[in-house]
């Protein structure tokens, strides 16, 4: 059974969703970040016109955290989907090494397309032997 927690995560992932600019691909996604300290950062992507300048939800969020002198987070909650249709979204590669940079194999990635139907996976599931030196 999702607890408490992530419920409210995955309900303020969908709150942040509705921030998404994604005029070009009208995909909009919601990240919603749980910091070990118990505090939340949200994101949503960010496109832009060149393409490449878009920076996706997930990102938005974890750089928003470390900005504010965040390090250590425990879990992140995904929603994303064209309009009121969600899918399960899952992390791209560039954000999964974004995650892998400031979080252990332990950190929790849920995607969710509700907070009633989701998938929970730990990072080192989704990004085996991530890039090291
Ligand atoms: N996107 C995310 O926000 N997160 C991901 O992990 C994958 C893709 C965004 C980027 C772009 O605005 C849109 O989804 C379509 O690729």
Redesign the pocket.
């Known amino acids: 059974m999702i607890s408490m927690t992530d419920k409210e995560l995955i309900l303020s992932a969908l709150k942040a969703r509705e921030n998404a600019y ?1 005029p ?2 009208e ?1 909009l ?1 919601g ?1 919603a970040l749980l910091c070990k300290d118990g505090t939340l950062y949200t994101g949503c ?1 960010i ?1 832009n016109i060149s393409y490449s300048g ?1 920076v ?3 990102r938005t969020a974890i750089f928003k955290a470390v900005s504010d002198g965040k390090r250590e987070f425990s879990k992140i909650a ?1 929603v ?1 989907g064209k309009k009121d249709e969600t899918i399960s ?4 590669g560039i ?1 999964r090494q974004v995650m892998a940079e400031f979080c252990k194999g332990d950190f929790k990635v849920i995607v969710a397309k509700s907070e009633e139907d989701y998938e929970e996976f730990s990072l080192s599931e989704l990004l085996p032997k991530s890039f090291d030196f």
């Open positions: 994604a070009y691909s995909f996604v990240a992507n496109e878009t996706c939800a997930e995904i994303g979204a899952y992390p791209c954000c």
